[in-house]
């Protein structure tokens, strides 16, 4: 590579990638040879090789009888090129302004991908890569949205992985013919495949994190509390979802087999029992298939979930809501760090109103409308609570309020904050680990939507770890670059040691390597957290007072409203027992 080669990267940018003309790198394991490509990014005015063996199959094609069932692990021997990457999942466009997932798509999408720094050495820490994107869209890795800067800068192998999506990957009828979590499952087929091969590439199998945003920190913590992933992780890492959110597990079983039945109503497939149904739904052509399950809202909008097609309690992966298991301390032993972003509900108006300039102004019929779709179920008693605590001076006294601010605070604590709380403390209480948390409050210089008044939304945090969905438009400050190899130090830190402070077992938290600002545990006495801005300060629970009322306060109005309409039907006739029907009427 020549010098005007070196210059067409753009040095300013934090993660310029450029090809390398060094030979082809090779790695043998169990089952024959895997031929990579080497790729050369700079960082700081210094140069990074990083060794990637691309699009290797863990999994054989979920395609015709193997649709809708677990993953057979893919057999193959001799010698393989990893040269490109693999087909992601089948999936809608979305068109939030970010790519998802270019190129083409494919049911043989079960494929991962592994980043070696480079020099190979042996015994390195391994982060395994859980994408996001509401369990329906997005893609391990990809041209557009490279993943190994944080291999190289952090030291450690960088895995990333697909796994099956929307109807393919989470269907379910609510019976033994098709019990779900296909994709899931795909996800532990992909951990066993590490746990098995990734010595050969310099890991070590004892180090593996497995970390995750959106619907893939949802998983990662599903992972936490499912008996069939234990012992495949030392580490995970969840940003913003955990399991006991409202979005990351269908909880009402009795809609399964109607979702089932409606998608086979949509493409021709009218049958009278779910076997029936799925022998069909084999048979039906990809897009299809695809398109009708983009239909469901539309044909159900009285469906409770937020999603059609997520993970499900079975009986086998999880066994039961995620809710009960925290409670029960039912966690898989591991180190644990979990976070959110401070502007996390903003998400439902980058994509509604995603060319606007300044921040939408939303009147009282609109609010309501919004609260209708969140689906949260208030009580009126509950709705007078939420006013209490979330609507200012300007909600009485002003003639035309603008209600954005209030609905994404209680978007923000009633689908992630809230939840998030409930889970750390539950692991800290389980003491099977370290507990870590963290919250993201820093509005980026451009986000990843685009858009200047959406602060620290869902998904801007992915811009700080080399995961840039705009690569060439993607202009870091000089603090944020800063703030960015920060985080990543933290985050491979704690991949190496299960302490992001430190790197090594024998480092000084204080020692001048570290170059961190100190990152408390959190505890039941101290809930601290790590803010994740260029001051790096720590603080106290940034949604406690809030998720007082989600966690605590509500519980006990609903335990009580319960109580009091049992004394009202005891002492009346059983004619007038009506008047105690228990609407928590105020």
């Not at 939408?360 to 208030?378: C, G, Q, R, W, Y």
């Not at 820093?442 to 990843?448: E, G, Q, R, V």
């Amino acid at each position: 590579m020549n010098v005007q080669q070196i210059g067409l990267c753009l040095v300013l940018l934090l993660f310029v990638v450029c090809n390398s003309n060094a030979s082809n790198p090779t790695v043998t394991v169990d089952q024959g040879k895997l031929i990579g490509k080497r790729f050369q990014f700079r960082a700081q005015d210094t140069d990074f090789d990083v060794d990637a063996y691309l699009g290797i199959r863990y999994a054989e094609a979920a395609v015709g009888p193997l649709r809708f069932k677990p993953p057979v692990p893919k057999e193959w021997q001799g010698e393989l090129n990893a040269h490109e990457y693999g087909y992601s999942c089948p999936q809608p466009i979305f068109s939030a302004g970010m790519p998802v997932a270019l190129g083409k798509t494919s049911e043989d999408c079960l494929i991962l991908n592994v980043y070696v720094p480079v020099p190979v050495r042996p015994n390195r820490a391994v982060m395994l890569w859980i994408h996001g994107g509401a369990y329906s869209i997005g893609a391990g890795s990809f041209a557009e949205l490279e993943t190994y800067p944080i291999a190289s800068l952090g030291d450690v192998i960088l895995v990333s992985i697909n796994y099956r999506l929307g109807v393919f990957g989470f269907l379910a009828t609510g019976d033994e013919v098709v019990p779900g979590n296909m994709g899931m499952l795909d996800q532990l087929e992909a951990m066993k495949w590490v746990q098995k091969n990734i010595e050969a590439f310099g890991g070590d199998p004892n180090r593996v994190t497995i970390f995750g945003e959106s619907a893939g920190s949802g998983s990662v913590s599903l992972h936490t509390l499912s008996p069939l992933s234990k012992g495949l992780f030392s580490g995970a890492i969840m940003q913003s979802g955990v399991a006991n959110v409202p979005w990351a597990v269908l909880e009402d079983k009795t809609h399964f087999p109607k979702r089932a039945f409606g998608i086979g109503k949509l493409v021709g497939c009218e049958k009278e029992d779910t076997k029936q149904l799925v022998d069909c739904l084999v048979d039906v052509p990809t897009d299809d298939l695809l398109n009708a399950s983009q239909r469901m809202m539309e044909v159900f909008p009285e469906d409770p979930e937020m999603f059609p097609f997520a993970p499900v309690y079975d009986d086998h992966f999880i066994s039961e809501y995620p809710d009960t298991l925290i409670k029960q301390r039912s966690f898989n032993p591991s180190n644990i760090m979990a976070g959110y972003n401070a502007d996390e509900g903003t998400t439902i108006f980058v994509v509604l109103y995603p060319d606007s300039i300044e921040k939408p102004h939303i009147n009282v019929t609109e609010f309501d409308n919004f609260m209708a779709a969140s689906k949260l179920h208030l009580t009126p008693l509950q709705k007078d609570a939420l006013e209490l605590v979330y609507f200012d001076n300007d909600m009485l006294t002003e003639p035309n309020p603008n209600y954005y601010d209030p609905y994404i605070r209680i978007a923000q604590d009633s689908t992630f904050a809230c939840s998030t709380d409930t889970y750390l403390r539950g692991a800290a209480e389980a003491d099977v680990g370290s507990v870590y948390a963290y919250y993201f409050n820093h509005h980026p210089s451009k986000s990843i939507f685009n858009t200047p008044w959406s602060g620290a939304c869902h998904a801007d945090d992915l811009g700080f770890f080399g995961f840039h969905f705009t690569p060439n438009d993607f202009n870091m400050t000089d603090v944020e670059v800063e703030m960015t190899l920060k985080m990543i130090q933290y985050w491979t830190n704690f991949a190496k040691t299960g302490n992001p402070n430190i790197g090594t077992k024998n480092e000084e938290a204080s020692s001048p390597a570290a170059k961190l600002l100190e990152w408390p545990q959190f505890t039941l006495d101290k809930r601290t957290f790590k803010e994740l801005s260029p001051s790096m300060k720590n603080i106290p629970d940034p949604s406690g007072i809030s998720c007082k009322l989600w966690n605590d306060y509500f519980p006990k109005l609903d335990a009580a409203l319960a109580n009091k309409q049992q004394e009202c039907k005891s002492h009346w006739s059983k004619e007038d027992k009506e008047s105690c029907s228990g609407e928590a009427k105020p």
